[in-house]
């Protein structure tokens, strides 16, 4: 019988009658305190239906002889913020997360916790407060969002931004056809149905084990989310008596695993930030030249929206993460264990998976490589990354001359004021964690060239960060960034850049004795934000080549 020892005999008196006026029972204590981070969020679609599921959670927990607690967790949806200065506030809120949930799992002595996540930057924070706490603990992903439609064909967030960014700006689009896509774009709830961030977050908490195994893709407002939701809660209770802990689950195979599984289903860059941060936390040694080589003997095999066809609300009915894993399966590491207690080797026996146009095999993949390529050289000592699946090509191998820029909003300008030409490489700095503040995306520029047709052409390079919809010749997180006195710092308008993603490099054509003269000179960076969360990130956060936590606790 389970003994909770925190809360019986004298000396917890001061906790039992706590929750009394909390309206338990106390003579009910001695059970499995189960936590529930709730992410529940009524501005974010990713997050707005989690209210029921949460409940029917709490319904598996009491079934398996648990209490549960819910809980509240910040949670945003960074589209919201995109075109404002306030999307600097998108990564360091992996930060919060992570910190909510150890803070108030700590002291409320939770036995084991359920952590809610539908979003880019939530999936991550719940993972690195598991492995931070490491106490038994099951992500449970609010699921993809069903795709919208307009007269046009289909349509997702992304074709929102990629069809007005650029037109919008310039006064020369279709008004019909933006209320269109206004009220078609997101019909559901649930993560926009790319494979864009949310969605692979949410897929590689299920190849890193953390996800019940099959539920990551069940779309967000089907009744299997239900079931999957009171197993969920049947399954922390179980885990808190078999002592089974994210340090168990979250080994170096694991995190392997996962980065093969985000080259597999072309995942975005920012995957990157999180895998390595993940490692941090767990003292592993994981790098970018991780991700490289793995990139180099993995092919994808997943034809999905923004490097494929279909969109990510049909991966669950094509036998999502499970059939994925079949496909991959020699070449993963499948003794890795999962929150079901059991080994992908074991869970992988009963599943049946015939490679189709949507899951393909390794011997048909639908790109040759993992599509993500780390790139070195005198731009990028530290590395710099590029999406090569979504990579026309003619643009795998380019140089031109830089138009340089200080953020994403003058760079945006100066592409709709028809500035910037074919083959011309944009370069945007101060864009990265202590730039910004906070390592924003530039999706206004990198979408504007979409929607003006330039992202066969023109190449554009930051050390920034791009949203998982961008696609094309875009090249970002560039290390060391300009505000630590990255050579991109010392970029002049004008200068050749070539990029070369075959041969993995990112090179400035100066002689190395001019770039040696502009490095004498001292950055002129002053960051415009003084107070704050992000200021406290910026002073904390580690660099994007280690992930770009606020891990720097040495």
Known sequence: ???????????????????????????????????????FNEASPGHAHLGPLIKAIKEGIWQAGGIPFEFGVPSTCGNIAIGSSCLRFEVPVRDAVAASIELVGRIQLFDGVVL???????????????????????????????????????????????????????????????????????????????????????????????????????????????????????????????????????????????????????GSTNAVLHILSLARELDLPVTLDDFD????????????????????????????????????QPILEDGAVTVAGKSWKELLEGVEAEPGDMIRSLKEPFCADGGLAVLY????????????????????????????????????????GGEIRPGDVIVIRYAGPVGAPGFV???????????????????????????????????????PEAALGGVIAYVEEGDLIEVDIPNRALRLKVPDEVLARRMERKIDFKSDVTKGFVRSYAKNCLPADQGAAMQRWD
């Not at 925190?6 to 936590?35: L, Q, S």
């Open 293 to 328: 080589r793995l990139s180099r003997v993995t092919p994808g095999i997943v034809n999905v929206r923004p490097s494929g066809t279909y969109t990510v609300d049909m991966l669950w009915e094509a036998g999502g993460v499970p059939a994925i894993m079949k496909q991959l």
């Open 1 to 39: 019988m389970y003994e909770n020892k925190n809360f019986t005999g004298p000396g917890a008196v001061h906790r039992r009658a706590t929750y009394k006026g909390c309206g338990y029972d106390p003579e009910d204590m001695n059970r499995p305190h189960i936590g529930i981070a709730s992410t």
């Open 116 to 266: 809610t996540a539908g979003c880019d930057n939530i999936v991550p924070g719940t993972l690195l407060a598991a492995a931070r706490m490491n106490i038994p603990a099951i992500v449970f992903t609010g699921g993809p969002m069903g795709a919208g439609a307009t007269k046009r064909g289909p349509a997702v967030l992304s074709d929102a931004n990629e069809a007005t960014f650029g037109t919008v700006a310039r006064n020369a689009y279709d008004e019909a056809f933006v209320r269109e896509l206004e009220r078609g774009a997101c019909p559901t709830f649930g993560a926009c149905p790319v494979m864009g961030t949310a969605n692979t977050m949410q897929v590689l908490s299920e190849a890193l084990g953390m996800t019940l195994p099959g539920a990551s893709t069940i779309l967000a407002v089907s009744t299997e989310k239900f079931v999957s939701a009171r197993r969920t809660g049947r399954r922390i209770v179980e885990m808190v008596l078999e002592d089974l802990r994210p340090s168990k689950i979250l080994t170096e195979a694991a995190l392997r695993n996962a980065m093969r599984v985000d080259m597999a289903v072309g």
């Open 441 to 479: 995306e530039v999706m206004l520029t990198a979408d504007a060239l979409v929607d003006l047709g330039l992202d066969a052409s023109v190449g554009l390079v930051t050390d920034g960060r791009f949203s998982g919809f961008n696609y094309g010749p875009i090249v970002g997180h560039v290390s």
């Open 377 to 416: 050289g005198n731009l990028s000592e530290k590395g710099a990354i590029v999406r090569t699946s979504s990579v026309r090509p003619e643009m795998r191998r380019f140089t031109g001359p830089a138009r340089v820029f200080d953020s994403d909003e003058d760079a945006f300008r100066a592409v709709i």
